[in-house]
C-alpha cells in the first residue's frame, strides 16, 4: 500500500468520490476512467501496489488475464455483450499518468473518438494490448 497513490486509496476505498463496480476477484478492482475515451472505459486494477507495466514479468501472466476477464465481466454487467469490439491494454512509461497498474478496458473500439483513437492505438509506442 502507498498511502500517495490515488489507485491504492481507491482499491481500500479511501477515495469517496470514486465508486467501485462488482468486481468477482478479490486482488482486484475496477472502476470508471474520469476522462473515458469510449462509452464504456474502467479500468482494472490490483488492490497490492504494483508499478506500471515495465515492471511485469512472466509470472503475472495469470493476473493480467485475471484483470482481462474482470473487464470482461464489467463490460457484459453493463449491457455490452460485442467483445470483439474491445481494446483493452496499457500505457507504456513515460505515458502513463499513475505509476500503479492499471489496465485500460474500452467499448465499443469502433466508437473510440478521434484522439482516443491516438492515445489507445493498438501497441503503439504508448499503449500496448
Given amino acids: 500500500y502507498d498511502g500517495k497513490c490515488v489507485f491504492c486509496r481507491i482499491a481500500r476505498r479511501e477515495e ?8 468477482e476477484d478479490e ?3 475496477c472502476f470508471r476512467d474520469i ?28 493476473l493480467v488475464k485475471r484483470m482481462m476477464e474482470v473487464g470482461k465481466a464489467v ?18 512509461p513515460p505515458f502513463c499518468s499513475i505509476a500503479h497498474l492499471h489496465l485500460h478496458v474500452l467499448a465499443p473500439a469502433s466508437q473510440l473518438g478521434f484522439l482516443s483513437r491516438i492515445y489507445y492505438r493498438i501497441n503503439s ?4 494490448t
Fill in 35 to 62: 476522462k473515458p475515451g469510449a462509452p464504456h472505459h474502467y479500468l482494472v486494477v490490483p488492490v497490492k501496489h504494483m508499478g506500471n507495466c515495465k515492471t511485469l514479468k512472466t509470472e503475472h501472466i495469470p
Fill in 16 to 23: 469517496p468520490g470514486t465508486a467501485l463496480l462488482p468486481c
Fill in 27 to 29: 486482488d482486484l478492482v
Fill in 75 to 92: 463490460l457484459q454487467k453493463n449491457n455490452f455483450s460485442d467483445l470483439n469490439d474491445v481494446r483493452m491494454g496499457f500505457h507504456w
Fill in 125 to 128: 509506442y504508448w499503449f500496448i
